[in-house]
């Protein structure tokens, strides 16, 4: 006999999972056909992430790790809690040991699921993918997304008494014994405090969850579990130093981003293009000094400001094909006027102040010194300099009006964290850091020029954002910085 009711169900039941199939289908990131090009740089990219990843564990591992007299460095990054060091280390979820055995190098090991990453970057000795008990009947022994799990058509795991969490410090326990590590550090924050509190909300490698340090010291055992202390000094001192391998990456970044931005500024046709013509992150100052934006078409006698890239401190968003390495570039040009072979004189001398401000920076930024110490000194060079110095970005036009306002804030570049910040933004313990030899850093100041040819009480405001490094004989560059406004004519 035909029952209604239970065809009702199964149909309504056919219609939900074909909904859910179909939303998770649309959610999931289509296959996109690359080119034999695009698939090439893939490749030329990925190699050049795991010649750092290796340098940084065969270079700056050992340095670290027995300055700080750590013998083992636990790192624990939970599925779905996106971790900036997770990602440069391979893998989003896991745990990452490394363990100071004596000799010229730091064993490492990864325990968890994702590793194909890790695998493919040939920088890690162990890999290890616990093993997970839980009766999976009928489907695959292998960890796949749930909407996947639907498109087969599948269903959620089978329930029984055991969690994930039974299952994921399997083997740790004995894994730390046998390397019997007499000081441990472990991602938690315990004197430095958050890096970044203000702005665009930025991922921070600084803390594991109550449940995550709860199952490692059950895992340990007491006596390991009081061997355990803070890893911040060694995260902070992994993104602070980098390897010259990741300067090939940076320059890369920024010769691909400055082709982007002289492409922008070539196809600009005066009175024609109008301003989001040229991307996103672009603004031109018009003749009376205003900021013009969106569909402002460009006209001759104009300073035009092109952003473009990403800046660092843990960005993981979606098409930056360099992963969590970053570089966030400004260029800018001037567009002549009919019968105007240069800028005029108020444009020119504000450059020249520019040049000025980066003078004093490149001539005292020096490696060994604190990045407080080195702000201190700035700050008197540049009052020397007839400057003003302001520790917030504004400036009151209503005190010196007449003066250069420079506001400095020469954080941290690249993959991760501000610290050591040459500036008067963020804690005290990132201006309490020495500049390691190659640091990594943005050239980053703003100037505020008063501008009487556009009226009184009127300035022209810029940024200057370049990447580079710090030396013993100071400041070195690794792609060139603007030495000039461009013109367009």
Do not use: C
């Not at 300099?385 to 036009?397: E, K, L, T």
């Amino acid at each position: 006999m035909f029952n209604r009711h239970a065809f009702s169900i199964n149909l309504l039941f056919l219609l939900v999972i074909s909904l859910i199939s179909i939303s998770t289908a649309q959610d999931r990131p289509r296959d996109v056909k690359m080119s034999k090009e695009q698939a090439q740089e893939r490749k030329e990219l990925a190699e050049m992430q795991n010649k750092i990843l290796r340098d940084k564990f065969d270079i700056l591992l050992p340095q670290i790790m027995r300055e700080h007299e750590i013998d083992m460095w636990i790192h624990i990054v939970r599925e779905g809690d996106l971790d900036p060091l997770g990602y440069n280390f391979g893998s989003n979820e896991g745990i990452f040991i490394f363990t100071d055995r004596g000799g010229d190098r730091i064993e490492r090991a990864f325990f968890g699921f994702h590793s194909d990453k890790v695998e493919e970057s040939s920088a890690y000795d162990i890999i290890i993918r616990p093993e997970i008990k839980i009766p999976l009947e009928a489907y695959p022994n292998i960890r796949i997304l749930l909407d996947e799990l639907y498109r087969m058509g599948g269903a959620e795991w089978p329930g029984g008494p055991k969690t994930e969490l039974d299952f994921r410090f399997n083997g740790i326990g004995e894994f730390v014994a046998e390397r019997d590590p007499k000081r441990i550090a472990v991602n938690y924050l315990e004197e430095l405090g958050s890096a970044i509190f203000y702005e665009i909300p930025r991922l921070r490698p600084d803390g594991i969850s109550l449940t995550d340090y709860n199952l490692l010291v059950k895992a340990l055992g007491n006596i390991y579990a009081g061997r355990i202390i803070s890893s911040e000094y060694l995260i902070v001192d992994y993104f602070a130093r980098p390897v010259l391998s990741e300067f090939d990456l940076y320059k890369r970044i920024r010769s691909d981003i400055d082709e982007k931005q002289k492409k922008a500024l070539s196809s600009i046709v005066r009175g024609v293009t109008r301003v989001n013509d040229l991307g996103r992150e672009r603004s031109a100052v018009d003749k009376n000094g205003r900021r013009q934006r969106g569909d402002y078409v460009i006209q001759g006698g104009e300073l035009l400001i092109l952003t473009d890239g990403r800046q660092s401190g843990g960005f993981l968003g979606h098409g930056w094909k360099y992963g969590n390495y970053h570089e966030d570039i400004d260029a800018y040009a001037y567009v002549l006027q009919e019968g105007e072979t240069e800028p005029p004189t108020h444009i020119k001398r504000f450059w020249n102040n520019v040049m000025k401000v980066r003078t004093i920076i490149e001539n005292n930024v020096r490696v060994g010194r604190t990045a407080g110490a080195t702000f201190e000194i700035l700050k008197q060079k540049l009052e020397k300099a007839g400057m003003i110095n302001s520790d917030i970005q504004r400036y009151d036009r209503s005190k010196h009006p007449d003066k250069i306002w420079v506001s400095l804030d020469m954080h941290a570049a690249g993959s991760g964290l501000y610290a050591p910040r040459i500036g008067p933004l963020g804690p005290d313990w990132q201006r309490d850091i020495k500049l390691p030899m190659y640091h990594h850093f943005y050239f980053e100041f703003f100037i505020d020029m008063p501008m009487p040819e556009w009226g009184e009480g009127r300035s022209l405001r810029v940024r200057f954002h370049d990447g580079a490094m710090a030396t013993e004989s100071g400041v070195k560059y690794f792609f060139p910085y603007p030495r000039e406004i461009s013109l367009i004519r």
